[in-house]
């Protein structure tokens, strides 16, 4: 459904099987090559109504997602969203109850515009200014997510395979453990002289303990406190079995497939992407690991003959985001370095690794060790930023919400969580909250300027015809490009990154560097 001005006007368009699909594709190109503009796309959800319109051939430039705007409009109105609702009454029916026989093109045209409405209502009540920017980048973040799971990342199967039998041995038969892991395991278990299985949990602590060592937990931090001769072994193999159970040849044979247009054993690697996935905003993966891909594997993301990957990460994108949304000036001055930490070392404890500290500590209220004095200069250095996360985290503990610059809320708390205020737990239940509450608005704030990139980078990149975008984690974006204009992709992606704070903050002179690599495998990104 498009729309367009005050009310906006609706039309029915195809839609039900693939050769209707097809037919849409026709009517999409009228609208958007109309030269009144471009419509925003209504949709019920991009995650499942987005893909098969890319399997036609369609393109939406912009859309409202009515799903992810409605999970944070009732966020904000101070409520859960029910699991499967989006239509702001309850009683009228839901664009996503499975119903036994499918909705007729008038009935969901009806919903579609009555939700879109309602949800445009509601964001003016809200008093949000920076609430319809916030819905118009997570919706636009849905369709850059079916693109990328569509396009794939560039994935060579060879390398894979190369990688893993450096690590593990030979591909082993089924229930077996590869050759060089099955020697660590060995290993590990001759270290306590007896055999048990490395992988439980339950069974490691009570080797440790048989062997009259306290140990709560497999943690590497804790054990690498232990003087044990299992110590070491058990860490790599660990590691190893890692990679070999979440990214080995089975995942690769489930989540790597195959490109027709590709030479050798170069195929795609299709992930699925969970939009807003944590409270905070920041993504998730409902399929393939994309964001937990292990530095052993990463050789393997390569780009094809003829082409480059262009990778890109914010340079300490979530201190340099508590100095604009608090408004430090001193802060926001130190953000023209390229190294945040170095500037800021001379009045946080004299050394980066103590200005490090400090401020990760002021973001999520460590407390161990050095943190508590380092947070003290932090008070004291620079009060304004350090008010604005005490001040949340303080929110945070009465039970009270706390937003991001844009205005995503922070989770309603619960009735229960209420009630065990009131029990022998009360003091700690608070406490959780309120380092939640802190972090929540910097990191938060955060997936919304990543959001904001994504949507401008990806209209620039299709505009020009550049490349394509293939990979997104947190604050990293990943480019698949020509060779030749890998250049003008990197130069692209500087320019997103000055918009999206540009779009965040307006004038405001916080800088938010973003550094694009040209390279051919991932492993060369850091």
């Not at 790597?256 to 690697?269: I, P, Q, S, T």
Request: net charge negative; charged share 25%; hydrophobic share 45%.
């Amino acid at each position: 459904m498009p729309g367009r001005g005050g009310e906006g006007w609706t039309k029915p368009l195809p839609g039900g099987d693939p050769a209707h699909h097809r037919d849409l594709a026709a009517a999409v190109a009228a609208y958007e090559g109309d030269p009144a503009g471009a419509p925003r796309w209504v949709v019920a959800e991009a995650a499942r109504d987005y893909p098969p319109l890319l399997e036609a051939g369609v393109r939406l430039d912009r859309c409202r997602d009515l799903r992810l705007s409605e999970r944070i409009l009732a966020r904000v109105e101070g409520r859960e969203p029910p699991a499967h609702v989006v239509s702001a009454d309850p009683d009228a029916g839901t664009l996503f109850e499975r119903e036994p026989e499918p909705v007729d093109g008038p009935a969901l045209l009806t919903r579609l515009q009555a939700d879109w409405l309602a949800q445009r209502r509601r964001i003016g009540a809200a008093g949000l200014p920076g609430l319809a920017t916030l819905l118009a980048a997570e919706s636009a973040g849905g369709l850059v997510a079916a693109e990328m799971s569509r396009a794939g990342v560039p994935f060579d199967r060879g390398v894979h395979d190369r990688l893993l039998r450096d690590l593990l041995g030979p591909r082993p038969s089924k229930g077996m453990r590869p050759r060089k892991l099955q020697a660590l395991a060995d290993k590990v278990t001759a270290a306590f002289g007896h055999q048990f299985n490395p992988d439980s949990t339950k069974q490691v602590l009570a080797a440790f303990h048989a062997a009259g060592v306290e140990v709560k937990t497999t943690h590497s931090w804790e054990l690498s406190s232990i003087d044990h001769p299992a110590v070491e072994a058990l860490k790599t193999y660990r590691e190893h079995a890692r990679v070999w159970t979440g990214f080995g040849w089975n995942w690769a044979d489930a989540w790597v497939g195959d490109d027709d247009g590709a030479e050798g054993d170069m195929g795609r690697f299709h992930p699925v992407y969970i939009i807003g996935g944590a409270d905070t905003g920041r993504w998730g993966s409902d399929g393939g690991g994309a964001l937990q891909l292990p530095h052993a594997v990463r050789e393997a993301i390569r780009a094809y003959p003829g082409w480059k990957l262009v990778a890109a990460d914010a340079a300490q994108l979530e201190p340099r985001l508590l100095a604009a949304i608090s408004g430090d000036q001193a802060m926001i001055a130190a953000t023209a370095a390229d190294d945040l930490y170095t500037e800021l070392a001379p009045r946080l404890g004299g050394e980066r690794s103590k200005a490090k500290i400090a401020l990760i500590s002021a973001m999520y209220g460590g407390t161990a060790g050095d943190a508590a004095q380092l947070v003290q200069l932090m008070r004291d250095r620079f009060p304004a930023a350090f008010d604005r996360v005490e001040t949340a985290a303080r929110t945070g503990e009465k039970g009270g919400l706390v937003r991001t610059w844009l205005g995503r809320t922070v989770p309603a708390p619960s009735e229960r969580w209420w009630r065990s205020l009131n029990s022998e737990d009360g003091t700690k239940t608070s406490s959780s909250r309120g380092r939640f509450t802190r972090n929540f608005i910097v990191q938060g704030t955060a997936a919304e300027w990543a959001l904001v990139l994504l949507a401008l980078l990806r209209r620039e990149l299709h505009d020009g015809g550049l490349g394509e975008l293939v990979f997104f984690l947190h604050d990293e974006v990943m480019v698949h490009c020509p060779a030749e204009h890998a250049e003008a992709v990197a130069a692209a992606i500087e320019r997103a990154a000055a918009g999206a704070t540009a779009t965040l903050f307006g004038d405001l002179p916080v800088r938010i560097p973003l550094r694009p690599k040209i390279i051919d495998s991932y492993a060369d990104a850091k």
